[in-house]
């Protein structure tokens, strides 16, 4: 017998979570044929509460070690990235479930409280991808998805004639003006020092590059004054887009300084009042609203007075959830940049007003290292109109990722400058290497990314360019410090591929390589994007929401560096919105498509390696399932009582079984069985919709109630069961 081969499937949250109850079953019986085995590893929110707290084993430890192999093949759901908010419901649920956890402290009153903090706030934020992502990206859609689309076009709307949407940027003294960059000459300590005091070290090796900059504060502050006024004036929506959730550091403090703008009115005058009650600003208006409530109702009410003046007196702001009164600034972990802005464009320039209806916005994006690219998209369609989804191209994707690779990896060396002063990063020969003029309130980083990162980034971006014969466009800005040094490396590294196989490829500033792409968008043909990690996240949603409808349909291929593979299941999130939906009526209108993809390149990995034919015919039914499951538009229809995630499940066993089935009898038997039964399958998953599902728990489902609501179909299950 072939020896057996693993995956790991992630547990995980929310609607990917539920999901897997129903898929989960069918993948391991079907891998099975192949000698393959399935691994649950949870690395959902509650389990990593519980393992930081020393309740529960570190699994998030041990895929950490295990991408660091060769035999690493992870299935990687998307996963909750928790904001404070989210962590507080989240221990709460634990205890109710008779866990004995100790509060989130906000504010630590003592030595002991810190260190609970401390190790809770593991658990915050982006804190499983970095550990995971030890290689860099290469996403993509897959041609039958991509014909899906085609031929399947979702509606973008026109834009309007006089369009007046616009993105709103700095022009100075943002992170994109102050940057700096050196590369390393052999492996060292650095030092972080403000006004000579050092903050901290931090070791590098020969060849990294080490960057830093700083935005002001102060600069900040008046830039977004202006285009508060600019909106009211112009009557357009004001909406900011950060990502607070991956820089979980830079971007709340940023959010704070919006809210203290726009707010301002309200928060000056009960300046206070709101400090008595501990309202902090980088924590929104959600904050604000829970905050207030311990004041005396009389004074409450004249808060709540004034903020409704606020809103008559400032240009309407776009709301997340208008229906709830949600806006913009409610929490800054709902204003996902790379989520936030495809609509944008996907809407005709607009984003939605108080009164749920759609307004045209200014996008507010603060720092222009990245916020020009979405300008220069957003002047495009004004000028040539909306793109066309039925012949538009494709903008596929290699990022660099690996190792925490830039500013993705900054958050331990972020600051909010307590002091005016001077920030230097010194050498441990106390060479002054980078040297930045700070006032107290600016925020400042460093990002760094290794050699053996870049090298196998430009290996990957020439492989995909040589693979499809597209061109490969690298989004560098010679402008940029940090830019400068990366292209010194690819104009280094890229000659030797290029040598034996030759391919066209571009070196651009993000604008330009965006004017590049759209230009070939519209005319049909695809291009490569090769970028950092910020641009890899913005643009693998941007492309994918406007050519595909969601980013959650993109293959997400993470080579190891190690040898071992990741392929994580779509771009998208863990959709909350869907996990409402199920509990109140047990429908999931959750799309697998993403693990069904994730699944076939995972099962390719382990054929490629080992040469193992079973795997190999598993691996293409699968292939010819996900066609099939596109072809006949399987996806989860979003209504009550019509087929849904399960039901999206059954066709892909029935058609990966069919597939099977040409050259295996005990598979054409079980896609006999399962064609046979489709009406009374279909029948028993629909009497199962309609009704509340208690499955236990938000964070931490009960693992039977949630199997049980979403394995509803008798008959499948005992198919399923007996393969
Ligand atoms: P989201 O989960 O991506 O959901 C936004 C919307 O996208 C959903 O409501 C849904 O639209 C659609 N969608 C996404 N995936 C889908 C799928 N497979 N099938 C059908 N529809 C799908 O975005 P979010 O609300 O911004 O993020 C939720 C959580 O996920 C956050 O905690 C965030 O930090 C985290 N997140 C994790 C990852 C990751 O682990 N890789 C990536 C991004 C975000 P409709 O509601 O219209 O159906």
């Not at 940090?482 to 030797?496: C, G, Q, T």
Request: with cysteine; aromatic share 8%; charged share 30%.
């Amino acid at each position: 017998m072939a020896p057996v081969s693993k995956i790991v499937w992630t547990k995980i949250d929310e609607a990917p979570a539920l999901a897997t109850y129903s898929l989960l079953p069918i993948v391991e019986k079907f891998l099975k044929e192949a000698n393959v085995e399935v691994e649950l590893s949870d690395i959902s929110l509650a389990g990593r509460v519980l393992a930081a707290m020393g309740k529960m084993d570190d699994e998030l430890a041990k895929l950490g070690e295990l991408v660091l192999k060769p035999e690493a093949n992870i299935i990687k759901l998307p996963n909750i990235s928790a904001s404070i908010p989210q962590l507080k419901a989240c221990i709460a649920e634990l205890n109710e479930q008779g866990f004995d956890l100790p509060d989130y402290p906000e504010e630590p009153k003592n030595e002991e409280e810190k260190e609970i903090q401390t190790k809770y706030a593991t658990c915050l934020g982006s804190a499983v991808n970095p550990v995971l992502r030890e290689g860099n990206s290469d996403r993509r859609a897959a041609t039958a998805v991509k014909k899906f689309a085609q031929k399947n076009p979702h509606r973008l709307k026109p834009f309007s004639d006089n369009c007046k949407a616009y993105v709103a940027h700095m022009e100075k003294n943002d992170f994109y003006a102050n940057e700096q960059s050196v590369i390393m000459s052999k492996n060292d300590t650095l030092s972080i020092n403000l006004n000579g005091k050092c903050l901290q070290t931090l070791d590098v090796e020969d060849r990294e590059i080490v960057s830093s900059s700083f935005l002001s504060a102060c600069e900040l502050d008046s830039f977004l004054n202006k285009t508060i006024n600019d909106a009211k004036e112009n009557d357009l929506l004001w909406s900011v887009h950060l990502k607070a959730t991956m820089m979980k550091v830079s971007d709340p403090i940023m959010f704070g300084h919006a809210v203290k703008s726009y707010y301002s009115d309200v928060l000056e005058k009960y300046k206070d009042d709101l400090e008595s009650v501990g309202f902090n600003p980088d924590l929104g208006m959600g904050d604000f609203e829970a905050k207030i409530q311990k004041l005396p109702e009389d004074k409450q009410n004249e808060i709540k007075e004034a903020v409704k003046k606020v809103y008559e007196n400032r240009p309407n702001i776009a709301m997340v959830d208008s229906d709830k009164g949600i806006t913009n600034l409610h929490f800054s972990n709902d204003i996902i940049i790379d989520a936030s802005m495809p609509p944008v464009i996907r809407e005709g320039g607009k984003m939605w007003n108080k009164d749920g209806e759609l307004q045209e916005c200014v996008a507010v994006i603060p720092d222009r290292t990245y916020a020009r690219m979405y300008s220069k998209m957003l002047e495009d369609c004004k000028v040539n109109g909306q793109f066309d989804v039925s012949t538009m191209g494709h903008v596929s994707n290699v990022g660099l990722m690996a190792k925490k690779a830039e500013e993705y990896g900054s958050h331990p060396f972020t600051y909010k400058i307590p002091e005016d002063g001077v920030m230097d990063v010194k050498d441990s020969d106390g060479n002054i290497l980078m040297s930045h003029s700070v006032k107290k309130g600016d925020i400042w980083r460093l990002y760094k990314v290794k050699d053996v990162a870049v090298k196998d980034w430009v290996r990957l971006g020439h492989e995909r360019g040589k693979l499809t014969g597209d061109p490969i466009v690298f989004w560098l800005d010679s402008n940029r410090a940090h830019d400068a040094n990366l292209i010194k490396r690819v104009v280094e590294y890229l000659p030797p591929h290029l040598e034996k196989d030759p391919i066209e490829f571009h070196i651009m500033a993000p604008e330009q390589a965006m004017k590049f792409s759209l230009k070939r968008i519209r005319k049909g043909l695809n291009t490569i994007s090769v970028t950092g990690n910020v641009l890899r996240d913005y643009l693998t949603d941007l492309f994918p929401i406007l050519e595909l409808g969601t980013s959650a349909k993109m293959m997400s291929i993470v080579p190891l560096l190690a040898g071992g593979g990741l392929f994580e299941t779509g771009a998208g999130g863990s959709a909350p919105k869907h996990v409402e939906q199920f509990l109140k009526e047990g429908h999931l209108r959750w799309d697998s498509l993403g693990e069904f993809l994730a699944l076939a390149e995972s099962l390719r990995m382990i054929y490629n390696k080992t040469g193992d034919e079973k795997v190999k015919a598993v691996c293409e039914a699968l292939d010819s399932a996900n066609e099939a499951y596109l072809d006949n538009s399987k996806e989860p229809s979003r209504k009550c009582g019509e087929p849904d995630n399960k039901a999206s499940h059954y066709y892909l066993a029935r058609y990966w079984a069919e597939a099977l089935g040409k050259s295996d009898d005990k598979f054409a038997k079980v896609a006999k069985e399962l064609a046979d039964n489709e009406a009374k399958i279909l029948e028993e998953l629909k009497n199962a919709e309609g009704q509340a599902k208690d499955i236990g728990g938000y964070f931490k489902p009960d693992d039977k109630k949630a199997a049980e609501a979403m394995r509803p179909s008798a008959t499948l299950n005992a198919i399923i069961n007996n393969i």
